[in-house]
């Protein structure tokens, strides 16, 4: 029997993932590369965060969006397994605004956390 639990959600751009994970300072890795879990089992994943128990974190691609993937009863992380979706979407949504205004030539001119933990961001274009 599996330990392994999929936790679905509604990451979609691995470039934002990736980035997320980067400035919220998770080490991944990229694959295809197989989760750890309970007594040697393995599930394959995109993207693998290994922790330190030899328990990875994974996130598979299922075609919409990249869910999350890990044995939960060994989760080793400073924050709970909502607490870490929570501030993973929200760094994620940050990548993907960045990226989108970017695209369409703005700059970022301020970014402002807020007390409620909201991001606010003013991005500003010039025209010739």
């Known amino acids: 029997m599996s330990h392994f639990s999929t936790i679905q959600t509604s990451l979609r751009q691995k470039d934002a993932l990736e980035a997320a994970l980067t400035r919220l300072n ?17 599930h394959l994943a995109d993207i693998v965060i290994p ?5 990875d974190i ?21 924050l709970s397994v909502e607490g870490f979706l929570r501030q993973l979407h929200q760094q994620y949504a940050y990548e993907v605004v960045l990226a ?10 301020e970014t402002q956390k807020l007390s409620d933990g909201s991001v606010r961001l003013v991005v500003q274009r010039w025209a010739a």
């Open 100 to 109: 989108q205004t970017q695209q369409q030539g703005f700059q970022v001119t």
């Open 26 to 42: 998770y080490a991944y890795q990229t694959g295809p590369l197989p989760v750890r879990g309970y007594r040697g089992q393995t």
């Open 58 to 78: 994974g996130f598979v691609w299922d075609g919409q969006q990249y869910n999350l993937v890990a044995d939960l009863q060994y989760w080793q992380q400073p």
């Open 51 to 55: 922790q330190a128990n030899g328990y």
